[in-house]
């Protein structure tokens, strides 16, 4: 089966770096997605990482370690538009479904 | 523009009452979903559609149904069966094929059932 862990909640100040880690178990793994949510919206899709290591995007970074079956989203100079609910998420090798855990909300303040 | 769009973005109903909640596309996309979200929840799986005519149940269809006669539309139906039907509901749509597709999702309906 497939299990997804992140931290329900964190806070972080304007300007500053914040990780968020995503820990996961799966029988077959396929890559690992992160969304971000905006409160009331539809979540949008942030990064896809399948090799370990690290991937930046602009303020954006994403990190990847498959033999610990770990990942983070590392958020840099932290603007209050980025408050929001980060997703992290598996796709299944059998067929199109994508499990998603229950996310972390991230407050941002001035 | 490409996009997905569902509509109405809010909706009433009675309880008791079957209500559908439109999922519409043109991205050219083969695969479509339908996820529910409860107040500080992560997204949980209804429906999926990998082509059109075929679709297939999520984690939680009890009390739901679709179809997909056409490419473009997924519409789900939350029927009087669902026995807690108040939720955000997204629909999304991906190039299919294999999961590690994007999906991208429509900007949502919420339901609350009276």
């Known amino acids: 089966g497939q299990n997804i862990d992140q931290p329900t909640e964190m806070t972080a100040t304007e300007g500053a770096i914040v990780q968020i880690n995503c820990t996961y178990q799966?029988?077959?793994?396929?890559?690992l997605f992160w969304y971000q949510q905006h409160a009331g919206e539809a979540p949008t899709f942030l990064s896809y990482?399948?090799?370990?290591g690290l991937e930046e995007k602009g303020r954006f970074s994403s990190f990847l370690s498959r033999s610990k079956g770990y990942s983070y989203l590392l958020l840099k100079e932290l603007q209050m538009k980025d408050s929001a609910s980060y997703l992290c998420?598996?796709?299944?090798?059998?067929?199109?479904?994508?499990?998603f855990g229950k996310g972390t909300r991230l407050h941002i303040l001035p | 523009d490409g996009g997905i769009t569902q509509s109405p973005k809010y909706l009433f109903r009675k309880e008791g009452q079957n209500v559908t909640l439109s999922c519409e596309q043109n991205l050219n996309h083969d695969a479509m979903y339908w996820y529910r979200q409860d107040p500080g929840q992560g997204l949980r799986l209804i429906y999926y559609?990998?082509?059109?005519?075929?679709?297939q149940k999520g984690d939680i269809a009890e009390g739901y149904s679709v179809s997909r006669e056409k490419k473009e539309s997924f519409p789900l139906t939350v029927t009087s069966a669902q026995k807690n039907p108040t939720a955000f509901y997204l629909c999304a749509s991906s190039i299919g094929g294999t999961s590690y597709n994007e999906q991208f999702f429509g900007p949502g309906t919420r339901l609350t059932v009276l």
């Open positions: 799966t029988s077959g793994f396929n890559g």
């Open positions: 559609s990998q082509i059109v005519n075929d679709f």
């Open positions: 990482n399948v090799l370990d």
């Open positions: 998420a598996l796709p299944m090798n059998r067929d199109d479904k994508i499990i």
